[in-house]
């Protein structure tokens, strides 16, 4: 729970002032993975309230990402934005950057469930300026 608080903080800390409201991240899992060493898997969920995102940043990890409610829009460096409504999945890349991550509305919440695959003991979310 603790490394929960701590991206909640993180996330808060990078999102600042342009969040009205803050994303709520709860981390569901952390496991090593025994036939990858020094890997390990992380998943949580993050729950964007209505109009509000992500700053930039890169997870440095196999992101995978699946949209449990509501509708958000992805967009990673050099690619057009998607939207994904209840249902549908991302896919980011150890050397992707994550330019948008939002709510695409702005009356309702949206909410994801993230599976990442990383090194063992390195931060889940990486700021890019």
Same mark, same amino acid.
């Given at each position: 729970?603790?490394?929960?608080?701590?991206?909640?903080?993180?996330?808060? *800390?990078?999102?600042? /002032?342009?969040?009205? &409201? &803050? !994303?709520?991240?709860?981390?569901?899992?952390?496991?090593?993975?025994?036939?990858?060493?020094?890997?390990?898997?992380?998943? =949580?969920?993050?729950?964007?309230?209505?109009?509000?995102?992500? /700053?930039?940043?890169?997870? !440095?990890?196999?992101?995978?990402?699946?949209?449990?409610?509501?509708?958000?829009?992805? &967009?990673?460096?050099?690619?057009?934005?998607?939207? =994904?409504?209840?249902? &549908? *999945?991302?896919?980011?890349?150890?050397?992707?950057?994550?330019?948008?991550?939002?709510?695409?509305?702005?009356?309702? /919440? *949206?909410?994801?469930?993230?599976?990442? =695959?990383?090194?063992?003991? *390195?931060?889940?979310?990486?700021?890019?300026?």
């Amino acid at each position: 729970m603790m490394k929960a608080t701590l991206v909640a903080v993180l996330l808060s *800390a990078l999102a600042g /002032p342009l969040l009205a &409201q &803050q !994303n709520v991240v709860t981390e569901l899992m952390t496991k090593a993975l025994p036939d990858m060493p020094g890997k390990e898997g992380l998943m =949580l969920t993050v729950v964007y309230p209505p109009g509000g995102g992500d /700053p930039v940043h890169r997870h !440095n990890a196999d992101a995978f990402v699946y949209v449990l409610e509501g509708s958000v829009v992805m &967009q990673l460096k050099g690619q057009k934005p998607v939207t =994904l409504t209840a249902g &549908q *999945a991302f896919y980011e890349g150890p050397d992707d950057v994550h330019t948008v991550g939002r709510s695409a509305s702005t009356t309702k /919440p *949206a909410k994801i469930l993230v599976v990442l =695959l990383k090194k063992q003991g *390195a931060p889940a979310v990486v700021p890019v300026q």
